[in-house]
């Protein structure tokens, strides 16, 4: 399929034609890099809040008053916001124009963060932080939009390298800036930072992004789409972090589930009967498509569920610090550094489908790797596993990307974008939900007899079922004023409870791992890359 591409309203296929190029191919304006450079500062600024603001919580919780619920929506009020917006916001790009929709994101996203430091409630603290779940996902799809309409086909899995690399970067640098800030500075500053950090991306925004718009883009809105598709993310989502308080059987989680899949074949009927709907449901058709988003889920649910363990086995388990287990996921997030620029220039030689492969099995056996850690590993050996899943991780972030939005119409390169973060919204909620249903398991299972068989005083089942939930995040349950040889049974027996727990949660997101090697054996190299409007400067 071949589309005609509008630059700032003039027809690219008639510039390339030219034996003269126009100022905006030849100028900084539109230079395929520079606009690189211009949107990662924007991605750089979101993905970083992803994770700085985990290490305020406590922060924020004290100096406001706020309830163990209200921090919690401080985070789900956000992946609420940002996942069900995804699609729609990148569907408003295609409408209206990448550049417009980046920028008006960076801009939100900045003053919502500036609203949220200056709030004098948790109440308020919530409300903006939905706010910037809903610029973030303006921002995220129109990034990748921007990317696929500027570089041509053979650069394009670099750029998405690149990208790569500061989502990584920025990823790592949360927790340790973030610990930084809070102890030095204050828990507002965490969100203050976003402000220079916003005015520069603005700035770059303006003086370098060129809206480059497909003739056959978008003219109109599926309203009703919109809010099929809106309630059955909101229902799926909720479910998903309801599911631990409630439990996967309870009436409320069954009823949020079945309604998500009600809203979602509605959906899907709605969308093949409606002249110009939200997602075309013929991009399906493309297998490599099809099979690289269910690959984004399957690789979020390994990953991002299982670090979701990792943070408590090394503060709660090791006694570290935010900013020390920060350090010591470095070789994770500094192997995908690494690794997402030379992920994407082997894509670029090979094809997607191998390294794909590959970085899945490689992800695969640093899950059972993880699954064999204990209290005692020793931090080289946790670095190998942290830094053989950061190696297996970067290819997969890099090439499915370029799978779902390469081989998408150049006028929905905005909703493929949204269709990538969505996916891994979605898998990252349906890992943690699912790995934390298993790791609650097992700890129930072998609870009691780890604790019986350490010669400890039998427990309630009021005080078991209190033990079980603080040991599942790897709090051993200290009785006050407890004698020091009591209190270092009762750790032990937690800390080899929870590293039980956190073993089986890792052997599940292995055989997950695996899985997604052998859908990733079903991608190829995107069929509608076709060359990027600004491609003469490359």
């Known amino acids: 399929m071949t589309s005609r591409i509008t630059v700032d309203g003039e027809d690219a296929l008639s510039l390339s034609k030219e034996p003269d190029p126009s100022p905006v191919r030849t100028g900084l304006r539109g230079h395929p890099w520079l606009t690189l450079f211009a949107v990662a500062i924007g991605v750089m600024m979101v993905t970083l809040d992803g994770t700085i603001v985990a290490v305020a919580n406590p922060a924020i919780q004290k100096d406001l008053g706020a309830s163990l619920a209200d921090v919690q929506w401080i985070t789900n009020g956000y992946l609420l916001a940002l996942a069900v917006s995804l699609i729609t916001a990148g569907k408003l790009g295609d409408r209206f124009g990448h550049r417009q929709t980046f920028l008006i994101g960076i801009a939100g996203f900045a003053v919502s963060s500036a609203a949220i430091g200056l709030a004098g409630g948790v109440e308020l603290v919530i409300a903006f932080r939905v706010a910037q779940g809903v610029f973030g996902a303006l921002l995220m799809p129109a990034a990748l939009g921007l990317l696929r309409a500027t570089f041509p086909a053979e650069k394009l899995n670099m750029a998405i390298g690149i990208w790569g690399m500061v989502i990584g970067a920025s990823t790592a640098a949360g927790p340790i800036v973030g610990g930084l800030l809070v102890e030095n500075v204050s828990w507002q500053s965490v969100f203050f930072i976003n ?62 589930l079945g309604g998500s899949v009600l809203c979602f ?30 690959l984004m889920v399957l690789m979020a649910f390994a990953f991002m569920g299982g670090l979701f363990f990792v943070t408590f086995y090394l503060q709660n388990v090791h006694g570290m610090s935010p900013v020390d287990s920060g350090l010591h996921l470095l070789p994770l997030t500094g192997m995908m550094i690494i690794g997402s620029p030379l992920a994407g220039f082997a894509i670029t030689k090979v094809g997607p489908r191998l390294p794909l492969v590959a970085g899945m099995v490689a992800t695969a056996v640093a899950c059972f790797g993880m699954a064999q850690l204990t209290p005692g590993t020793s931090t080289l050996t946790m670095s190998l596993w942290f830094a053989l899943m950061g190696l297996g991780l970067a290819p997969v972030m890099v090439g499915a990307t370029e799978v779902i939005v390469g081989n998408a119409p150049l006028e ?65 349950p200290i009785p006050p004023d407890a004698p020091e040889q009591l209190a270092a049974t009762i750790t032990g027996v937690a800390n080899d409870t929870f590293v039980s727990g956190m073993g089986t949660a890792f052997t599940v997101a292995g055989v997950v791992a695996v899985l997604a090697a052998v859908v990733a054996c079903f991608t190829k190299r995107g069929e509608n890359a076709e060359p990027g409007a600004a491609a003469a400067h490359i």
């Open 195 to 256: 402000v220079p950090v916003g005015i520069l991306a603005l700035a770059f925004g303006l003086f370098i992004l060129v809206d480059h718009r497909a003739e056959n883009a978008p003219r109109s809105f599926d309203v009703l789409g919109i809010l099929l598709l809106s309630v059955g993310m909101f229902s799926l989502i909720w479910a998903l972090i309801k599911a631990s308080e409630w439990g996967w059987g309870d009436t409320r989680t069954l009823a949020f």
């Open 265 to 294: 074949v509605a959906f899907a009927l709605w969308e093949n009967s409606v002249s110009e709907p939200l997602i075309p449901l013929g991009m399906f058709r493309s297998l490599p498509l099809s099979a690289g988003t269910v």
């Open 412 to 476: 929905l390169s905005g909703v493929a974008g949204g269709l990538q973060q969505a996916a891994m919204q979605v898998g990252g909620s349906l890992g943690t939900a699912v790995l934390g249903a298993v790791m609650a398991s097992k700890v129930g299972s072998v609870f009691e007899d780890n604790w019986a068989g350490a010669g400890l005083p039998p427990l309630t089942p009021e005080q078991a079922d209190l033990a079980e939930k603080g040991i599942q995040v790897g709090i051993a």
